[in-house]
Structure formats: structure tokens, C-alpha cells
């Protein structure tokens, strides 16, 4: 199955700096990118995805930075507030219909 | 709105006891996923399926089965329930074939003892 590394496992940030975790990825058939966000004792929820056809996509305060040929892809939040803090998950769907987390990235923004 | 819902939110079980985890999903999805959560381990894949009756092995089957008579509804079943599957379980589930949004469940902390 797809192998993908995520980096780095946590992260502390003061408020407002921005925060970057990168995922890499082995299967270069994979063509849809997806970061997951999970808060304290809840689901994991989508929060932006990327597919290969572009390498860069914005959502407000967060973004996502493709790079296919070198196999991997960036969350990028700026201006990071305190409700930032959570769990981060990078996917990659496999070419049997599953879909492979990254081991995720605690995401700790102090006030 | 998509719901995914898991049976149980806790859960606590014997040692060798047979256990049963379901999940439930209202939106025709045809994607099933079932996930193990563990600190430092991410989101691990145990099994998952693509179609009623269909079934793949993920990463960490062994211990475990799953079953998927109808479209909405995907089991997991641990045989005999061990110590070391105590663990935050994730069912999951999406539309087309691992290129669109996967919707989780709430999920079930399951304890062995």
C-alpha cells in the first residue's frame, strides 16, 4: 500500500506566526491530496484538498503546496490562531480505493 | 449533510470475547473505511471496501474481520478480543474511489481487559 510520512510529528508556534507540515508520498499514480484537521475528542474533518493538476491552492488563512515530482505536498496556516491548535492529518489515496493517513502532526498554537 | 455513525462511543470488553463494531452511513456512499487511532500511530487502515459484499485488507488486518452486506453498513469484528486492541476505532466512509472527502464517524473507544 502507499507509504506517507508526515513532519513533523508536533509543532509550537506563538500566535501569528505561521505554521508548515509536509507529507510525502510513494505511489506517484495518487492524484488527490487531502488534509485533515481533528480537535480534541472529535472526528477528523477536511479542512483543504489539492489535486495533481494544480500546485498550489488557497483557503483564506490556510494553503496547499503540491510537488509531484518530488512526491510530496504542504499545509501552510498563516496568521495561526489558538483554535488552529489540533491534530493534523495528511491522505493519499492508493490505487485500490484506500485511503492512507499520514501519523499526524500536533499543532500547538500559545497565545 | 453526510452522517457517519458508529454504534458505540465506549465500549468494554473481555479478553477473548467476540466484538462487534458497526458503523452506518446515509449518503449511498460507496467507499467504507475502517481505521485504528493510536498516539503517535496516526490513523491506521484495517480493512475497507469499495462495494457491498467486497472487502480489502489494510495495513493491520490481522485480528480482525470485517463485513459489508449492505451498502450503508460496514462491520468490524475482533475474533477474540486481545489487550493490545484496546484502542480509538474510526469508521469511515466516501463517494467515488479514494479521490473525493472521507467522512469519519464520531468514534468508538474500545476497551479490553
Known amino acids: 500500500g502507499e507509504n506517507v510520512e508526515q513532519h513533523p510529528s508536533t509543532l509550537s508556534v506563538q500566535e501569528g506566526d505561521s505554521a508548515v507540515i509536509k507529507c510525502t508520498y510513494s505511489?506517484?499514480?495518487?492524484?488527490?491530496f487531502p488534509w485533515y484537521k481533528q480537535e480534541l475528542g472529535k472526528r477528523p474533518q477536511l479542512i483543504i484538498d489539492i489535486r495533481s493538476n494544480v500546485g498550489e491552492k488557497k483557503d483564506q488563512r490556510i494553503a496547499v503546496t503540491l510537488n509531484k515530482t518530488a512526491k510530496h505536498f504542504s499545509l501552510h496556516i498563516t496568521e495561526t490562531q489558538p483554535e488552529d491548535s489540533a491534530v493534523y492529518f495528511c491522505?493519499?489515496?492508493?490505487?485500490?480505493?484506500?485511503?492512507?493517513f499520514g501519523a499526524g502532526t500536533r499543532l500547538t498554537v500559545k497565545p | 449533510d453526510v452522517k457517519v455513525t458508529q454504534s458505540s462511543r465506549y465500549l468494554v470488553k473481555r479478553t477473548g470475547e467476540k466484538v462487534f463494531l458497526e458503523c452506518v452511513q446515509d449518503?449511498?456512499?460507496?467507499?467504507m473505511f475502517w481505521y485504528r487511532q493510536d498516539p503517535g500511530l496516526g490513523l491506521r487502515l484495517i480493512y475497507f471496501?469499495?462495494?457491498?459484499?467486497?472487502?480489502e485488507k489494510g495495513d493491520i488486518p490481522e485480528g480482525y474481520s470485517v463485513s459489508r452486506e449492505k451498502k450503508e453498513r460496514f462491520s468490524l469484528i475482533l475474533e477474540s478480543a486481545s489487550t493490545n486492541q484496546t484502542s480509538m476505532y474510526l469508521c469511515a466512509s466516501s463517494l467515488m474511489r479514494g479521490w473525493t472527502e472521507a467522512f469519519f464517524g464520531q468514534g468508538t473507544r474500545l476497551t479490553v481487559v
Open positions: 505511489d506517484s499514480a495518487s492524484n488527490y
Open positions: 449518503m449511498d456512499h460507496e467507499n
Open positions: 471496501s469499495y462495494d457491498v459484499k467486497m472487502k
Open positions: 491522505a493519499v489515496p492508493g490505487n485500490n480505493n484506500d485511503m492512507r
